[in-house]
């Protein structure tokens, strides 16, 4: 019999609120805390699960040794000083991507939860989908043949609806897609931005560099005239592509030698993308199995956007991944 994981949940934002919504969702999960510094965001959240309790304070939380598991859903530049807190509570914790702002705080978090032997799991919510997942099967299948390049696009329309820039709140989950289709990290990054008014970037166009030669493309924006999601990834002998806003996420397979020249549209599972990984989650806390956490590829994803980062900022130059 699986146990029930006390949880939760710290930040009740609109993605905690959507985060808290799912993992409640799930059986043998008791939502026992909602904690928010905004009163009205607490009393917003009140109706997610009966009976969880409200707070402003997070250590009354913590205090809770019924709550095993706790979501991190703060504003991104919060994440490593509330993510230690838990962590040093002895808590397992799945935290909003990106881990940290620095690579060294990232690091942190992964040596202090190896250190409690807590699980520790990071939002990179595109490795859940099955789209991504299924292409991941066909890239290590060979099916492509050698892989040679990957374009992924993130438009969103209007400004900035949060703090921080395009680089840091919307390509951490195209450079997450990168590292997890070529199975390494790039050895240095080159970016150019461009920002409108008083946002620190509205655009950002960056390539990753791999050691083997595979180039990595990631044009991340806001402000466009549509929203756009969705990658190609090209191989030596096949390519897919991928549009995230048909239907349920749509993933082609295309051949060259294919006589009709069509590509072909691949069957997938249906399953939701952050139940997956909420699941998955809970699942390993209940195990009590740390080594079901990412943090190894949440801090490696840090590394790569703290380089592009510092690339932004001398216009484009190649900036070594740390």
């Known amino acids: 019999m699986t146990p029930t994981v006390g949880v939760a ?14 993992a409640a969702r799930l059986p043998n999960v008791d939502l026992r805390w909602i904690c928010d510094l905004d009163e009205k ?4 959240a009140a109706t997610l699960a009966p009976g969880s309790r409200l707070t402003a304070e997070l250590d009354e939380a913590l205090g809770d040794p019924r709550v095993k598991a706790v979501l991190v859903a703060v504003d991104s530049p919060r994440h490593h000083l509330v993510g230690r807190r838990v962590l040093e509570a002895n808590r397992h914790a799945l935290i909003e991507k990106p881990m940290a702002m620095t ?7 992964s ?13 990179h919510l595109l490795l859940h989908h099955p789209a991504v997942r299924r292409a991941r099967q066909l890239l290590a299948q060979g099916v492509l043949g050698q892989p040679l390049w990957l374009e992924s696009t993130r438009l969103a329309s209007g400004p900035a609806r949060s703090p921080g820039g ?3 709140t ?25 920002a409108a008014g008083d946002e620190v970037d509205t655009v950002v166009w960056a390539t990753l560099h791999f050691p083997d030669g595979t180039l990595a493309h990631i044009h991340v924006g806001r402000r466009a005239p549509e929203k756009r999601r969705g990658f190609q990834v090209v191989g030596s002998e096949r390519a897919l592509s991928f549009d995230e806003l048909i239907g349920n996420g749509e993933l082609r397979l295309h051949d060259p030698a294919r006589p009709d020249g069509q590509a072909q549209i691949l069957a997938l599972e249906h399953d939701d993308p952050l139940s997956a990984q909420c699941r998955e989650f809970m699942a390993g806390v209940a ?31 190649p900036v070594d991944v740390a």
Do not use: M, Y
Request: hydrophobic share 50%; charged share 20%; glycine share 12%.
């Open 111 to 123: 040596r202090l939860a190896a250190a409690r032997r807590r699980l520790l799991s990071v939002g």
């Open 103 to 109: 690579a060294a705080d990232a690091r942190e978090l």
């Open 287 to 317: 195990r009590g199995a740390v080594e079901a956490g990412n943090a190894a590829h949440a801090l490696a994803v840090v590394r790569v956007l703290e380089a592009g980062a510092q690339s932004i900022r001398q216009g484009g130059a």
């Open 9 to 22: 949940l710290i930040g009740a934002g609109p993605w905690g609120l959507t985060l808290g919504r799912a």
């Open 170 to 194: 919307l390509a951490p989950h195209d450079v997450s897609l990168a590292l997890h289709f070529f199975g390494a990290t790039p050895d240095r990054v080159t970016a150019l931005s461009r």
């Open 41 to 44: 965001r607490r009393t917003g």
């Open 166 to 168: 395009a680089w840091w």
